[in-house]
């Protein structure tokens, strides 16, 4: 992107201190504002922050809504600063605005980057409804280890559905036309390898292979920028030691050089400030001088570059060419979306008074929800249940909860919209009074007799649905782990319903993989339901009575114990892998396998999807042509239904250690029953490169076998030479 004439022009007329305003982004305070999701720091009233606007000292704000107000800030901005520069408002808008779609990481589970397309559309068109022109959103951290408590907000352990849904979720965001009043800026965050935090314990180090970060962390921000996107977030982390907030390697020489993205870098809240804290600056001074020149070009909430660049340009040690830079690729983007023509773009209190969620997604919200959902055991089918003619007990703190249906990162979800568990399975029942609904206890203590009712229930019942998990508050920003459980209390009351014989179907409420015990774990049925938002209750519904045929699939693995995170499937080989022949001296755990409770790609359905044999084009895959790997699909069962086909190979020689699988391609079919089809997948050189031992990206000849499979652990293998 270059700014046009007229915008060269009036970079010319800017002062340093309007400069430095341009790169500065703060708490919106002038509108009603978002819920306290940050620590206080620089903190502004509306008067203040008014007259810094006045003075062209603001460059951007953040988390505050509504159109009206929007309008006279912008105002101001406008028609009252010297030079007319208009604000950029921006907000946290993750997973939905108005209405709530499924976290990240269970909509990540549909294995559909178009359903995430739509939902990331919805949630713009109220958005920008709402007076905000850009959202700080995707987040694009793989996360290999669940006990991290941002594993909600992304999209799962492996690296090619990550890219999917990238991409994806950045055209949704801004449509095909930048300047369209309800296209949303993205950003995507946290450049990077911020989900590889050691432990799983936020904002804690990373130490990472330049291999790893190359092949896994990497990728979804380049499919992003790839797709569009203009703005990116640094990362509180520190990489081998370096803050990602001011790592030029990584901000300028990777970011900048070799992927050529012209657009601009905002820190993530008050990131160049913790410098101090990580010990790699000695004062915000010189934590305002390394994170400028490293290539954060706006600073978010700590005030720092507005204290700071005045005397570090006065001085030589910022150059007034780097402050030209950084102005110019904030004022290019603001250019690009059509501000500069029409500043009052996205801020018109007619159009939000005009929004009426319901009516337009809805229905979406309900379609995304069901569509997340994951049945991970089903014996004896149990499910589907009926719609008449069987007693229902509905037991657990989550049956009747409002309050955690929306998952971490909802600043602005309408409530009066949320259908809860026992009133979506009310209105779908023939006989909603053939439903008890019990509590039993509380989301992390146990309640006065609630056990005894619960046992009561159950034993009158025919089937209890069990509705338990994490509180909504376990998941999100400083909400890691030591053990991914379901609360002791709610276990113990598991326990109890489970002794009374009853079958059982456990609701997962979570938002992240966790390690299932005792009778949760041993439940006839378990589904994954995570955090679904606005449908919930619908969309559980719809998956329960069969008139939803589940189709998603895990997109983290489900550990046996707590203790083995990190979990990945695509793990990399050992010299002593865990193998039926090897005894003693293998790499295993004491306690268990080593391996998951449920694997990636794991789920089931309500019919009976039969893979045939893997059939390759060729033996060979030469070095410039391409292979095509096909199977025959057959839907066995009584019911239609879609299914998640996996394309996965592994490297069997190479001169880095390859993982054991990797995810090379996936499609959802659709099937009616007794039908078949033939799933085929195209393989390419380059879906084989890695980075090599030399540093090179790059394929290595040789041997591969490839697998077309339902989860990441099923499957026969063919296998194929790369040839040069």
Not at 346 to 366: G, T
Not at 422 to 440: I, Q, S, W
Not at 702 to 721: C, H, K, N, R, Y
């Amino acid at each position: 992107m270059r700014l046009d004439d007229r915008l060269e022009a009036l970079l010319a007329q800017m002062t340093l201190e309007e400069k430095i305003g341009q790169l500065g982004i703060f708490a919106d305070m002038l509108r009603p504002f978002a819920a306290d999701v940050n620590p206080d720091m620089n903190e502004r009233d509306a008067d203040e922050l008014r007259a810094q606007i006045r003075a062209g000292r603001v460059g951007a704000v953040f988390n505050g809504v509504g159109a009206r107000q929007g309008y006279a800030s912008q105002r101001i901005a406008v028609e009252e600063s010297r030079l007319g520069i208009p604000l950029l408002m921006g907000a946290d808008v993750i997973h939905g605005m108005r209405t709530v779609f499924p976290i990240p990481l269970g909509e990540a589970a549909s294995f559909e980057p178009a359903l995430a397309q739509r939902t990331a559309r919805a949630a713009a068109i109220e958005a920008t409804a709402c007076g905000l022109h850009w959202t700080f959103a995707p987040t694009l951290d793989i996360a290999r280890d669940q006990r991290w408590g941002r594993v909600a907000e992304a999209a799962g352990e492996d690296v090619v559905l990550a890219n999917a849904f990238a991409a994806a979720r950045v055209r949704g965001f801004q449509g095909d036309d930048l300047t369209a009043h309800d296209s949303l800026l993205a950003t995507p965050k946290h450049f990077v390898g911020y989900g590889a935090v050691m432990g799983g314990l936020d904002y804690n180090s990373v130490e990472i292979s330049e291999g790893t970060l190359r092949d896994v962390h990497l990728p979804p921000f380049k499919a992003a920028l790839d797709a569009g996107a203009m703005t990116v977030m640094s990362a509180f982390n520190d990489i081998n030691g370096v803050p990602a907030s001011a790592h030029d390697g990584l901000l300028t020489d990777l970011l900048r050089g070799e992927w050529g993205f012209k657009g601009f870098v905002v820190s993530d809240y008050t990131a160049d400030f913790e410098l101090v804290a990580h010990g790699f600056a000695a004062d915000d001074r010189e934590a305002t001088r390394l994170s400028f020149t490293a290539g954060v070009d706006m600073s978010m909430q700590s005030g720092l570059y507005a204290t700071h660049l005045p005397e570090l340009v006065a001085r030589g040690e910022v150059s007034m060419s780097a402050i030209d830079r950084g102005v110019r690729r904030v004022l290019a983007v603001k250019q690009a979306i059509g501000l500069f023509d029409d500043p009052y773009r996205s801020l018109d209190p007619q159009a939000e008074a005009a929004l009426d969620p319901q009516a337009l997604h809805f229905d979406l919200a309900r379609d995304a929800a069901r569509r997340s959902i994951v049945l991970l055991k089903n014996e004896g089918e149990l499910l589907p249940l009926k719609k008449s003619g069987q007693r229902i007990a509905l037991i657990g703190p989550y049956a009747r909860d409002r309050d955690n249906l929306e998952g971490c990162w909802t600043l602005f979800g309408d409530k009066t919209l949320y259908v809860n568990l026992e009133d979506g399975l009310r209105a779908a029942l023939d006989d909603g009074d053939a439903l008890t609904v019990v509590d039993g206890s509380a989301m992390e203590e146990a309640i006065d007799g609630g056990i005894e009712a619960a046992v009561e229930a159950a034993r009158e019942a025919d089937v209890v649905l069990l509705a338990i998990g994490e509180p909504q508050g376990y998941s999100g920003e400083a909400q890691s782990r030591t053990q991914i459980i379901v609360p002791p209390a709610q276990q113990a009351l598991a326990e109890a319903v489970a002794a009374t014989g009853t079958s059982m179907v456990v609701l997962l409420r979570h938002g992240r993989a966790l390690a299932l015990q005792g009778a949760v774990r041993d439940a006839q049925a378990i589904v994954a339901t995570w955090f679904l938002g606005t449908a919930t209750g619908p969309a559980i519904a719809d998956v329960l009575l069969g008139d939803y045929n589940p189709s998603a699939r895990l997109p983290v693995s489900f550990p046996r114990d707590s203790g083995q995170q990190p979990l990945y499937y695509n793990r990399q080989r050992t010299g002593r892998p865990e193998l039926p022949e090897m005894t003693e001296f293998k790499s295993r755990w004491r306690e268990m396998p080593h391996s998951p409770l449920y694997p990636f790609g794991h789920g089931l359905s309500y019919t009976r999807f039969v893979y045939g044999d893997v059939e390759l084009s060729s033996d060979t895959l030469d070095w410039d042509g391409t292979l095509t790997a096909s199977v025959t699909l057959r839907n066995d069962g009584d019911r239609a239904g879609e299914e998640v086909v996996q394309l996965y190979i592994h490297d069997r020689v190479a001169s880095r250690v390859r993982p054991i699988r990797e995810l090379k391609d996936f499609r959802k079919v659709a099937l009616e029953p007794g039908a078949h089809a033939t799933v085929s997948f195209t393989l390419r050189r380059d879906q084989l490169a890695f980075t090599t031992r030399s540093g090179a990206f790059s394929a290595e000849p040789g041997l591969f076998d490839v697998w077309i499979a339902p989860s990441s652990e099923t499957g026969m293998a063919a296998q194929f030479t790369l040839i040069r």
